[in-house]
């Protein structure tokens, strides 16, 4: 699909038509930041926001509303004859739709898909409505603390990444000949969300997902949660001698990466490929 990057002067149909077509048949993913908001906004705990209205351990809003456009079902925030129930506390997804967002050394592009600009088809009558230009639709949608969870939270996967790097090959495991590890890995980058949230367990999931943080800056909760994180590990990890032990270690600290990634957008099984080629590079066999 053709994919159009956009500069912040770009004018564009942005003003929403409200015919809440684009809350079907979406698949929305979710950081911890924005479960938080979430649960925040519909007057819940995060847990209680995460086990009502997400897939996976939370990296997944619930799309099983009535069906609707397309015959496709609503996001589990969608009321009928008013819109989005969260809209204050709305992902990014949300927020940037019809646009999309990618960062790549460093550098932020807007963007979106297909040949047609996104909302001409659900809602054609978009085009006489006001054009905003892209700069000025990001600040109206109120997204920089959510661009700034999101960014944050892709260096937190990398920590996290990181720590099963170490987990591998400075612990003597890689080179005692380990070759399970990295398959391993490979495996988990191509597994179901469903099988690697099984794999990873309540008691990490809860830790990932819904950390007991409240931060009103995004960069603040995200320090926050890596310390977290990288303490639970430090604690539950820091004493282990078996290859065995170390084993199992960095495989579940992987399969903890792998779902935030997903939950990020980002896509696992390049991420386990890349991951792998790095840690064989460093001399850790497959
Ligand atoms: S498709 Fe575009 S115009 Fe239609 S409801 Fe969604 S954002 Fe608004
Ligand atoms: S969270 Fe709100 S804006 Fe986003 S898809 Fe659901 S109902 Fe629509």
């Not at 920089?144 to 969870?149: C, D, H, P, R, T």
Request: net charge negative; proline share 4%; with cysteine.
């Amino acid at each position: 699909m053709q994919t159009n990057i956009l500069n912040l002067q770009n004018k564009l149909p942005l003003t929403c038509s409200r015919t809440g077509n684009c809350c079907f048949g979406k698949i929305i993913y979710l950081n911890p930041w924005e479960v938080f908001h979430l649960a925040k906004e519909k007057k819940l705990t995060s847990r209680e926001f995460r086990d009502s209205y997400s897939d996976f351990g939370g990296i997944r809003l619930k799309f099983d509303g009535k069906k609707g456009y397309k015959d496709q079902q609503a996001c589990s925030q969608y009321t009928a004859n008013f819109g989005c129930s969260v809209h204050l506390g709305r992902p990014l997804a949300c927020r940037l739709y019809p646009l999309g967002r990618q960062l790549q050394s460093e550098q932020v592009h807007y963007m979106y898909q297909g040949d047609e600009f996104p909302c001409l088809e659900p809602c054609p009558d978009v085009v006489n409505l006001e054009h905003l230009n892209i700069g000025d639709y990001l600040s109206g949608q109120m997204t920089e603390a959510f661009e700034k969870a999101q960014d944050a939270y892709l260096d937190l996967m990398q920590n996290i990444a990181d720590l099963a790097f170490e987990l591998l090959l400075d612990t003597g495991l890689a080179e005692s000949g380990d070759k399970q590890t990295l398959a391993l890995w490979r495996k988990m980058g191509a597994e179901l969300p469903e099988v690697l949230a099984e794999r990873i367990g309540q008691e990490w999931l809860d830790c990932l997902m819904i950390p007991d943080i409240s931060e009103k800056d995004p960069i603040a909760f995200v320090s926050k949660h890596n310390n977290l994180i990288l303490s639970k590990a430090q604690e539950i990890f820091g004493t282990l001698q078996s290859h065995q032990e170390l084993h199992e270690a960095s495989v579940l600290i992987m399969s903890i990466a792998l779902h935030l990634a997903r939950g990020l957008g980002a896509n696992p099984k390049e991420l386990s490929e890349f991951w792998v080629d790095i840690a064989k590079n460093n001399g850790a066999q497959e």
